[in-house]
C-alpha cells in the first residue's frame, strides 16, 4: 500500500476540463466523466493531508498550429479546448482552490515549456500522484515526463479517464512497466 509524504507529494489532476468530461465538449469521452467523483475524492483526501494539488489545463490558441512543421493536435483531433472557451475550463464537479497550482500546457506533456518542473522542485516534491484524463495520451506524457526528471509517478487506476477501456489498460501497463507504478485510489494514504 503506497504511503506518501505530504510534504513532498503533489497530486497532479491532468486536464479534468469540459472539453473532456462533459457531455457538450469538443471530445468528450464518457470514461473521462466517469472518473470525476473519484478525481475529487483523491483531491480532497490529498488537502486535508496537507499535500499540494496540481491541475493541468490543456489551452490552445487558435492559431497554435497555423505554422506546424509536423506537431499538429487540430489535425489529429479537431479544435478543442480553445484558449478562453467553456471547453478549456475545468469541469464545476472539483473543488479548485487559490492555494491550489494549475498549470496551462500546450501539448500532452505538462513539463514541456511550462514552469511545473520548477514550482515542484522549488517546493521539494518528490513523489507525484496522477490522475485525470486520458491515461493514453496526457498522463502518459506528463508521467513519463515525470520519470525522466526523476520524479516519483504513480498512476491511481480507478482515477483516470480513457476513451477506451484498452486504451487505460495500455497506457497503466506501460507506465507500470517503464517508468512508474500504478495503484488503486483505496491504497493511496497520504500521511500529515
Known amino acids: 500500500m503506497p504511503t506518501f509524504d ?13 472539453g473532456f468530461c462533459h457531455p457538450e465538449g469538443s471530445l468528450y469521452a464518457p470514461g ?17 493531508a496537507g499535500a499540494q ?11 497554435q498550429f497555423a505554422d506546424a512543421h509536423y506537431y499538429d ?6 479544435e478543442h479546448v480553445l484558449e478562453g472557451s467553456w471547453d478549456a475550463e475545468l469541469v ?37 500522484v496522477f490522475c485525470g484524463t486520458l491515461a493514453n495520451v496526457c498522463v502518459l ?10 520524479y516519483r509517478p504513480v498512476l491511481v487506476e480507478d482515477a483516470i479517464g480513457a476513451i477506451e477501456a ?10 507500470d512497466w517503464l517508468f512508474g507504478e500504478v495503484t488503486a485510489r483505496e491504497e493511496v494514504t497520504f500521511e500529515e
Open 6 to 18: 505530504a510534504e513532498r507529494t503533489a497530486l497532479v489532476v491532468v486536464d479534468m476540463q469540459n
Open 32 to 48: 473521462s466523466e466517469a472518473v470525476v467523483d473519484d478525481v475529487a475524492a483523491l483531491v480532497a483526501d490529498a488537502r486535508d
Open 53 to 63: 494539488v496540481v491541475y493541468t489545463r490543456d489551452v490552445h490558441p487558435p492559431e
Open 73 to 78: 493536435e487540430f489535425e489529429q483531433w479537431g
Open 92 to 128: 464545476d464537479d472539483l473543488d479548485v482552490r487559490e492555494s491550489d497550482h494549475v498549470v496551462e500546457k500546450h501539448t500532452y506533456d505538462a513539463f514541456h515549456q511550462t514552469e511545473l518542473d520548477g514550482w515542484l522542485s522549488a517546493r521539494g516534491i518528490d513523489d507525484l
Open 141 to 150: 506524457h506528463t508521467a513519463g515526463s515525470a520519470g525522466l526528471r526523476d
Open 166 to 175: 484498452d486504451h487505460r489498460e495500455y497506457a497503466l501497463d506501460h507506465a
